[in-house]
């Protein structure tokens, strides 16, 4: 049931919905400009509230040790967001300006690695080891302790749970702060939480945002033992800096600018079908949507053509509508500051497609048509630099150790691909990238099993797969000398 749809979107601390903090503000949705719902601002002193009732659960309850009531617990989480699935997913559309099916694949998808975690929980193993005849190691995997998980905005249900499912698999307690943009979807999702029969009080918190007041107090906090992170690169600096002083660790899922690179033996057809939807789905606003086409010269002409055509035929639309093909941005600040590096990427390049904010009835919602543009500088900051929306540059190459250069030339590494039909080269390109996560001959596959991650300045440690829960556990020795007599 949901409790709270006709107030404001409120805080969750100790398994109560607390109604305090700053004045109520409206959320929006950015296909029409209309307002949704409210929500309320947190501040510091609320996420100290949290912290503490965080820190409560892991110190005093048995949840750090029962791990078949965390597996029960995530089941239960998993089977209540499967059921509000569709209330959630028309959520996504109305609030985050997805296309139904990115919505719908969204919640499918946080179900799934719910429920991936929910049976990794149960299978946390340490190792024994005997140096000496009755000198018995025991490493032990302990939970970490008050994990705060901070996310963004582009995927609420799917990268709050990425974080959240392993944390709680592994035996820690948790404060959330979700993104600014995205109050009442997130406040669904812990609804569900809060439903759950197995989840005992405190070891869930969440807080909404204040500009920055409360992942900044998350941040400092001594109480605090993880921060699992996951938004810019120029944010995770700051709280890489933030958590100094408290020596925490952190899991850092940040910023890309992910290479995609056409071999001339390539299957033209099946690179620029992969390709316009790696790098338009979300419209582009997504951390591993693929930003730079490296296209070999030989082929160069006809994947522009086929390229620019396709990028054309996509039909932008609000989500709602089953006929669109390319959601809206977040909000039309956003759409303002593309326009802006659309103008200069007509500068600095040559268009091939130009984007514009579609006339008459889009008029009033965040909504920008594909662009496509060429260009030669590797230094110019839209090679360079996360542009995050439906812009992508075409980059030439002319052999191989060419193509591996420019791919690898951004201090990104979060995912790359690679089209070619010659196997041997596919493994000595994917070998070369340096990228958490390479595709072959596709674009945009992620699985709850396999690990993502980045290399360089997108990030540290990994989620999804066994070794998500890492970041959430500790290992610990313990020595004793029984002797065998
Ligand atoms: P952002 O860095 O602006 O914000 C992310 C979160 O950090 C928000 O909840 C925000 O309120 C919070 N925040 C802002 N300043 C903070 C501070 N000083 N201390 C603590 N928390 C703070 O990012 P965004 O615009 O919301 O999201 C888009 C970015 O996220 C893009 O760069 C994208 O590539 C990245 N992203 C990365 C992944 C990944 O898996 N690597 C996935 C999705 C998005």
Known sequence: MNIAANTPAG????????????KPRQSFDPATGEALGGWLPGSAELAGQAIAAARSAFDRSAWPASPRQRAQALFEFADRLEARKDELGALIVAENGKLQAE?????????????YYA??????????LETAPGNVSLLNREPAGV????????????????????ALAAGCTAVIKPAEQTPLIHRAVIECLAGCPSLPAGVVNS???????????????PDVDVVSFTGSSRTGRLIMAAAAPTLKRLSLELGGK?????????????????LTRGALVMAGQICIAAARFLVHEKVLPEFREKAKAAFASVR???????????GSLIDVENRSRLERLIEQAGDEGSMVLKGEAPAGVLAKGAFLTPTLFEIGDLRSGLVQEELFGPIVSLESFADEAEAVHKAN?????????????????????????????????CHTRLLAEAETGGYRQSGLGRLHGAEGLNDFLETKHVYFEAGVV
Do not use: K
């Not at 049976?119 to 024994?128: C, V």
């Not at 807080?207 to 906090?221: C, F, K, P, R």
């Not at 033209?268 to 992969?274: I, Q, W």
């Open 207 to 221: 807080v909404n945002e204040n500009g920055s007041a409360v992942g900044e107090a998350l941040v400092v906090s």
């Open 409 to 441: 030339a951004t201090r990104y590494g979060l995912a790359a691909s690679v089209f070619t039909r010659d196997l041997a080269r596919a493994t000595r390109v994917s070998r070369a990238i340096r990228a958490g996560t390479v595709w072959l001959n």
């Open 316 to 326: 932008v639309g609000p989500g709602a509508d089953r006929q669109s093909q390319m």
């Open 11 to 22: 805080h969750f601390i100790a398994g109560e919905w607390i109604t305090g903090g700053g």
């Open 258 to 274: 992910a290479p995609a690179i056409v071999f001339d033996d390539a299957d033209l057809e099946t690179a620029v079908r992969e």
């Open 103 to 115: 919505a719908a694949g969204e919640v499918a998808g946080a179900v799934s690695e719910i429920r």
């Open 147 to 166: 994990a705060a998980i901070i996310v963004p905005w582009n995927a609420p249900v799917t990268l709050l749970v990425r974080s959240l499912a392993p």
């Open 119 to 128: 049976g990794l929980a149960r299978n946390i193993t340490g190792r024994t």
